[in-house]
């Protein structure tokens, strides 16, 4: 018993350091931090082993799920995290890394992090949170204004005022889309005479009350996955989330919108949102905003534009025309931890009218009372950290024209990496660039040539196997390690059917024109290997068959 | 023109700088991060200025909307947010600050956090994460395993299953609880038959399918605010969050949820889901989970607990008893960035059934692909970092007896706590503490004598002058800067009505029972202010009236 209480005494003491020492920069984990402070990137260069473990091999390494009952000298963990998980992480921020949305990171955001999880604030409140508070509402207000260039009037009563906010602050893009739906739908279905509004009555009473059998969400083919969350999580469903086709550069067909506007109301479906996108996830363009903000005018509903990816655009002044009709959007959505730069986490919604997060207002009695300056009274999310000072720091930082300046390098590069595509013989670029995301393909010139000649059967054939090929050459790219591209599935013109492509998004700023031709090489010696050789030349026996047998070169005449 | 051009050259290479230079140990960020890493306790104490400025004057700080054209210098930019920002923001580590959930972290959770911003990963699939997606498979596992008590052969059979998860992480207890009742909704409204499910069909049809007007939530008046967002998100409406009065200890009444539910079902309303509470935000209170569990299953409908706060008492074996019952809970909801002592932006929901979440599965051409173990197909979230990271240190570094410990000390410096305000003349406990936290408010004991003869109307005007009395007690408190408790208003016997009290959380190891007399004796000094005892004297006047007048003391007589 005497025994049990030293033990405990003695583990009550070590608890406490644990709260009280800091780690001794000769630790293995101050060696680590200080290691990071001083050269991140050499860090990760060194740290994270490029050639890659298979996924069933490191799962063996965090199988057990039982909570260890003694604690761990911080030490061993850190060896532990060393090996097994730094290690086999992947290498987000190398300038070959060009197949995720993920860059590198500017060296203050890291600092400025450890400062901001050091003092560990709640936003959901003031009092968690104080000048965060205002330092978030002012994150807002820069980016509504970036959005929606109001006037310093309207800044000036909006920024600060204790009833409104003019957007929300999220922990990623999903979530921003999925408030502005929110929002789009409590708005439509808002209190009018005895009907007490959808908050509170919920969304069958809502339909009743407006007369109609469900509410539609339209967006094209390339509209992020997240709208098909928000369809079912605000109980419209996937159904009423209506896709709508595209032209050939991905943008969405205006004609076929309307059409199929017509048919919903015919079936006596209302449209709740029209979903404009500002840098698909696949392809990085931009459909016509303004042509859309017309529609959705016409139609009086919500017009929400997802510039999760693309939004930054704004700040370059030779290609911000790209996304003009912006400002006529109900709703924006904008990821800070994808083009402003931020660590993963921090995304934001933006509504043009400040006082429309009404509709999804709450409050409680502890918190969010009526009044109060508490920004959670707006938020989907409760609890939240103070990522609001990365982007502000960016802003800061980094300044309007500096972030134009890495736009414009994202958007150059990728169209030099469209023109070596296109140059090449053995690449067929699948989509276009306006931004800086493109796919293509792994495709020899003649066999193009051939597919144009080709019966539907045919081509169908190439393609799956061209697919396969594409998709092993992803794979094989992938699990060497030095480079990557990602890949997805796209309808491409010519072609009426899906094909598998490379996508390749250019936002790091340290990938040079030499690191593009290195991944376009390192591909061709990858389709060299035996089972990829295999495939085309399956593809080289149907291309012989669409062209005919070949030209015999008659031995005897010589 | 070439001016420009230079100009241009130069913000190019110093972008450049922004990406590959870290900050100089010698600058003023390089110096903000050493003392932090030092000594995190004593930058927080130097930086944080104690008094508190108007949140007015702060705001002026925050007030443009515009976002600078050109850059700043991160020395600059520092110093800024220095002063403006870390001294005017609020130290929610101190021992002394015990209004909130936020505690101080545990040393290592900087250096770690750290690393996980270097690294960005993104958790919302393998091929951005890769290590990280089987570690935070593990850590859902472990917590799962803390709550259902399965056996290793269930864990081996689904802790990397490439088509289920055993739970979600999520950016905090808000999207745990929405997705547990996503989840719950979307189990109930199953496909089957013609039927394919609210998924798809939308909850409208679904209510036909059901055959049934609505479906409800039913929880106790102590239930989180999030349950609302989530009755109105989901499409349900706050109409049907059901709320069921408590017992003396802020438990759920079972006899009046009964009847509720019989009352719904003669209005053709059907549970949706039963949520108990395994620690009320306001109270620390724990619902009979057991009792709710068989009327659950009597229901046959979906049982939820909200363990954000009370989760980790699993921990301690002496406490562990108060959630008896848990384990019979089809979802759990559990907060890591409280009593796990994770910074700000963690929670967690593990479901019973590892297939539960097929119910708002989803996938993408270019990710979350059928088969593949990328978690983001069963999140609400997309794009997430890697905070299981520091979930993982957590449960490996302190260990199930570290944890088991620090609940422990909470729960028994409640108890101190509650002792010394029962032993105080001056203030009377609110809630009797089961887990850390309380609440009380200041009403000297005659006063509470007096009430218990009031008429009804006497006694409400006590407590509303009362309600000043705390409400501004609190306030000057919190403005001193001191120390700090939050306020909430509860109904609470003997009185009928809801009133003002002062509420506690007691999770913060370095809070010692010094540190809690001085909070109750710096609570005694502030009520001898002006405004507050002319409160005071306003109560004394009622009293007289209540007792009659003071029996009158012959001066006569000697």
């Known amino acids: 018993m005497s025994k049990n209480r030293e033990t405990a005494r003695a583990t009550l003491e070590n608890l406490y350091r644990i709260f009280t020492i800091p780690e001794a920069p000769d630790s293995t984990l101050g060696g680590i931090d200080q290691a990071i402070s001083r050269d991140v990137a050499g860090f990760l260069q060194t740290h994270i082993v490029a050639l890659e473990r298979s996924l069933d091999e490191i799962e063996a390494d965090f199988s057990s799920s039982i909570i260890p009952e003694e604690p761990t000298y911080v030490s061993e963990y850190t060896e532990f995290v060393k090996e097994k998980l730094v290690a086999q992480s992947v290498h987000t921020a190398a300038p070959g890394f060009i197949g995720h949305m993920t860059s590198a990171l500017p060296y203050f955001m890291l600092p400025l992090s450890r400062l901001m999880t050091a003092l560990n604030q709640n936003l959901v409140k003031v009092e968690t949170s104080k000048a965060f508070t205002p330092l978030e509402r002012q994150v807002l207000a820069m980016l509504h204004r970036l959005v929606y260039q109001n006037d310093n009037a309207f800044y000036d009563r909006w920024v600060h005022n204790s009833e409104h906010a003019l957007g929300a602050f999220c922990s990623g893009g999903t979530i921003a889309n999925v408030t502005a739906l929110w929002v789009a739908r409590n708005r439509l279905c808002s209190p009018s005479g005895t009907f007490r509004g959808i908050a509170h009555e919920g969304l069958a009473r809502s339909l009743k009350h407006l007369g109609c059998d469900g509410l539609a969400i339209l967006v094209s083919r390339r509209g992020h996955y997240s709208l098909g969350k928000a369809a079912d999580l605000l109980g419209l469903g996937r159904d009423n989330l209506t896709k709508i086709d595209t032209d050939a550069n991905n943008r969405i067909d205006l004609k076929q919108l309307k059409e199929t506007c017509r048919r919903l109301q015919d079936e006596n479906i209302r449209p709740l949102a029209l979903v404009g996108i500002a840098g698909t996830t696949e392809t990085g363009n931009v459909d016509p905003l303004q042509e859309m903000a017309d529609f ?81 009274s707006h938020t989907l999310e409760g609890s939240r950290p103070g990522k609001a000072l990365l982007v502000h720091a960016g802003l800061s930082i980094i300044g309007r024209k500096g972030y134009e300046l890495l736009i414009d390098l994202g958007i150059e590069r990728a169209m030099t990496y469209a023109e070596m595509i296109r140059q090449h013989p053995d690449f067929e670029l699948t989509s276009t660039p306006q931004l800086n995301i493109l796919t293509y393909r792994y495709c020899p010139e003649h066999v193009q040539q051939t597919l144009l000649r080709a019966s539907e059967e045919q081509r169908l054939r190439v393609n799956l196997l061209l697919d396969q090929v594409n998709q092993l050459l992803q794979k094989d790219q992938r699990e060497a390690g030095k480079t990557f591209v990602s890949r997805t599935r796209l309808q491409v013109s010519p072609y009426a059917e899906e094909i598998t492509v490379l996508r390749v998004v250019l936002a790091n700023p340290l990938t040079t024109d030499e690191i593009l031709e290195s991944v376009l090489a390192e591909q061709c010696l990858i389709v060299l290997q035996q089972d990829i050789q295999a495939l085309l030349k399956q593809v080289e026996t149907i291309c012989d068959e669409i062209d005919g047998p070949p030209v015999e070169v008659c031995a005897e005449v010589n």
């Not at 997802?306 to 924006?332: C, H, K, M, Q």
């Not at 402003?340 to 509504?351: C, E, I, K, Q, T």
């Open 296 to 376: 959705a005018s016409e139609l009086g509903c919500h017009f929400h534009v997802d510039a999760a990816w693309g939004g930054p655009t704004l700040f370059s002044e030779r290609n911000r025309y790209l996304l003009d009709g912006i400002s006529r959007a109900d709703s924006v959505t904008l990821d800070a931890h994808k083009q402003l730069y931020v660590p993963m986490g921090a995304g934001m919604v933006v509504f043009k009218d400040p006082t429309a997060q009404s509709a999804i207002e709450h409050h409680a009695a502890y918190i969010l009372r009526h009044g109060s300056k508490d920004l959670g």
